[in-house]
Nanobody, 122 residues
Framework: VQLQASGGGLVQAGGSLRLSCAAS?????MGWFRRAPGKDREFVAA????????YYADSVKGRFTISRENAKNTVYLQMNSLKPEDTAVYSC???????????????????WGQGTQVTVSS
């Protein structure tokens, strides 16, 4: 499975961005992680593709929304009310089609896309 992430950029605090992650084939679930400079990789959001079950990190709950477009094997991360602390490289991940759980840890995912930079200025 190959993943193609896009949609990062520079935005002012309070602004919005939408990230996309397109998979080359169907997957069981997809997730977003981020890594800020000098920090560990952090879970952001995840979705189970079969029923759109989703889960968010507390730090983004109420501001970020993960959604899917099954016909395109794509998930989106709508990020609203962005804060400077959201600045990071965002990466998408996917697991095999047979996996039916919402995964929140990086080592639970089988495939990774390239990162996309999100920078929020104050």
């Amino acid at each position: 499975v190959q993943l193609q992430a896009s949609g990062g950029g520079l935005v002012q605090a309070g602004g919005s961005l939408r990230l996309s992650c397109a998979a080359s084939e169907r997957t069981g679930g997809m997730g977003w992680f981020r890594r800020a400079p000098g920090k560990d990789r952090e879970f952001v959001a995840a979705m189970r593709m079969a029923d759109a079950g989703k889960y968010y990190a507390d730090s983004v709950k109420g501001r970020f929304t993960i959604s899917r477009e099954n016909a395109k094997n794509t998930v989106y991360l709508q990020m609203n009310s962005l804060k400077p602390e959201d600045t990071a490289v965002y990466s998408c991940a996917a697991d095999d089609l047979r996996v039916g759980m919402i995964q929140t840890r990086p080592n639970e995912y089988d495939y990774w896309g390239q990162g996309t930079q999100v920078t929020v200025s104050s």
